[in-house]
């Protein structure tokens, strides 16, 4: 992306307070029926996701990871809304600032959703539906995430798909296709992930699963 300072860059802010103001979450509940302030809210939020992208823009660097780390933040803290609407669309927009995210972005949103998940299934030894919706709902942003993810963070995420895939029913599918996802990215997978596989080999899967288990497997 070229700068953000260039004419015709798209949207009028050039007052970094006013985006950080007008792109907060919160905000749209502030401006419900009133459509001009709806309207700046959606151009704040457009910028704040333009901010999230761009490699290069007319701000300081330091005013940059301000304004949206910490909208980034309170979008990120409605993933654990107790509606399921706002978790929904929470998720969907955390997307949009996943694609193409900076690296700082990119860390944020993985941090965040490692840290909701291990809190989902840390409540209980036992592994509910809605739970598991929940994880699926975190592990759909791996494809953004995957060239700013550490070692370390793609073995915690494997970790806690393969806990749900062996304790769940539904969501299978998903989850094995976070796991490959997972799985490519790394050097050495085996070595890696030894301990997911060893759960993996253990557990008896449907045949559609257990083959395509199989392929990943004998991928690495």
């Avoid at 992306?1 to 749209?28: E, F, I, K």
């Avoid at 823009?57 to 909208?71: H, L, R, W």
């Avoid at 927009?93 to 996943?98: K, N, P």
Wanted: charged residues 25%.
């Amino acid at each position: 992306m070229g700068r953000l300072d260039r004419h015709g860059a798209g949207g009028s802010y050039t007052d970094l307070g006013a985006c950080n103001v007008l792109c907060r979450p919160q905000s749209v509940l502030d401006f419900a029926g009133t459509p001009l302030l709806a309207a700046s809210y959606r151009d704040g939020q457009w910028w704040c996701v333009e901010l999230a992208r761009a490699r290069q823009t007319c701000f300081a660097e330091s005013d940059v990871c301000d304004i949206v780390g910490s909208n980034l933040r309170s979008l990120l803290g409605l993933c654990s809304s107790a509606d399921a609407s706002v978790r929904d669309a929470a998720h969907y927009t955390i997307r949009i600032y996943g694609s193409n995210g900076v690296p700082f972005v990119k860390q944020l949103i993985a941090e965040t959703m490692l840290g909701l998940m291990e809190n989902l299934l840390l409540e209980s030894t036992e592994i509910s539906p809605e739970a598991s919706i929940q994880v699926m709902l975190c592990t759909q942003h791996v494809d953004n995430l995957l060239q700013a993810l550490e070692r370390t963070q793609r073995q915690q995420w494997v970790s806690l798909l393969v806990r749900v895939l062996r304790a769940q029913q539904g969501c299978r599918k998903e989850l094995v296709h976070g796991l490959k996802l997972l799985w490519r990215a790394d050097d050495d997978p085996r070595r890696s992930y030894a301990e997911a596989e060893q759960h993996l080999r253990a557990r008896a899967f449907p045949r559609a699963v257990r083959r395509e288990l199989v392929e990943l497997l004998q991928s690495a």
